[in-house]
């Protein structure tokens, strides 16, 4: 017996106006230069107002490469970084985060 699927809305069909694929596309492929850009003048670090303001792990309980602790933000260099239960702060820069 086959699955039963959603049937599939398109914009046009509902309504909606045609999008313009290409000027959709052009506005990401800018949108990635720039940020591009913006990295390579100022490294991770000029994205640290942007980091603060979208750092969801931040105050959470994590786990990661085997360190147990409280998510403190991320350095210059992008590393998650852990307060442990002794007070140590240190900095994460591979491994899968869990919450714990």
Not at 7 to 22: E, I, M, N, Q
Not at 29 to 42: K, M, N, T
């Amino acid at each position: 017996m086959e699955a039963k699927r959603a049937p599939v809305v398109r914009p046009c069909a509902a309504g909606a106006a045609a999008l313009p694929r290409a000027s959709i596309a052009a506005e990401i492929v800018a949108a990635l230069d720039a940020a591009v850009a913006r990295f390579e003048a100022g490294g991770f670090a000029s994205y640290g107002d942007d980091v603060v303001r979208l750092d969801w792990l931040r105050g959470r309980r994590v786990s990661v490469a085997g360190t147990r602790g409280v998510a403190a933000g991320v350095d210059d260099e992008g590393r998650l970084l852990v307060q442990r239960d002794d007070g140590e702060v240190v900095a994460a820069a591979t491994g899968e985060v869990a919450l714990a």
